[in-house]
């Protein structure tokens, strides 16, 4: 189980060239190794801060990208809560993955039939046994704590029979939504959280400092588990950092 190294920067843009630093790396690697690069997304604040430097990296071969979502919310794909929406804006109109490498969420079904749909095109990828091993998955982090659709308190956060969970209480609007669950996300090679802003200063240094119980703070990853945060998300945070070295 890795323990997580903090990367703070001054802004989010440096944020995004750490990003796409990394994730040039990595992708080689599993590319080289697997002859693809598995990725699961989030919705959020991360699309954009993820493609604002990684759309014109002309290095990568996106060719070889099957790109999941960490969550999703039940609704149509082009609706603006839709999280493949938010991507699709930001990255996907911008380099090539082939559109049947992106595995977008049934909305005609309920939301748990979607999630059951959702898994059986996990096995398509990763196979039916064992659990799913991605390469990097991108998590963001609300300022309740909650991370993919894994809420404070809510009964998914013990899902250990599920590789996809869904809900229709979501706490935040939609509420219909699925979600991978921890046997997934804590068994990727690669986890990077990126948090921002102000708003997430108190849950970071709960989560860091006080070791309080919130739902990122249960995230583990087989390698590597990072977190890309800015300055003003740390204020008040004492939980040891470093700068990421591009
Ligand atoms: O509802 C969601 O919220 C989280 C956090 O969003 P942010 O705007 O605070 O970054 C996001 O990671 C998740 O994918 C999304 O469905």
Redesign the pocket.
């Known amino acids: 189980m890795a323990t997580p190294t903090i990367y703070v920067s001054p802004t989010s843009a440096h944020i995004s060239a750490s990003l796409n630093h990394l994730i040039t790396r990595l992708s080689a690697t599993s590319i080289s190794r697997s002859n693809k690069f598995t990725v699961a997304i989030?919705?959020?604040?991360?699309p954009k801060i993820l493609a604002a430097d990684l759309k014109s990296n002309t290095t990568i071969d996106f060719t070889k990208w099957h790109v999941f979502f960490?969550?999703e919310?039940v609704v149509p794909i082009d609706h603006d809560d839709s999280?493949f929406k938010a991507a699709k804006e930001t990255l996907f109109a911008h380099v090539p993955i082939p559109r049947e490498q992106i595995y977008t969420v049934e909305p005609s079904l309920s939301h748990d039939k979607a999630a059951e749909e959702y898994t059986q095109q996990l096995k398509k990828v990763f196979g039916a046994d064992g659990i799913p091993q991605f390469d990097l998955i991108l998590?963001?982090?609300?300022?309740d704590g909650?991370?993919?659709?894994l809420f404070p308190g809510h009964p998914l956060l013990e899902v250990e029979d599920r590789w996809v969970a869904s809900l229709d209480d979501s706490p935040?609007p939609p509420p219909q939504?699925i979600t991978l669950t921890y046997p997934v996300v804590n068994n990727a090679e690669t986890v990077a959280f990126v948090?921002t802003g102000e708003g997430k200063a108190e849950v970071l240094h709960k989560i860091f400092d006080l070791k309080e119980d919130f739902p990122s703070g249960r995230v583990t990853a087989k390698k590597n588990l990072l977190w890309f945060v800015d300055e003003p998300a740390m204020k008040g945070v004492q939980f040891q950092t470093k700068s990421y070295q591009l």
């Open positions: 989030s919705g959020g604040s991360l960490a969550d919310r999280n998590l963001g982090m609300g300022p909650h991370t993919c659709s935040k939504r948090a």
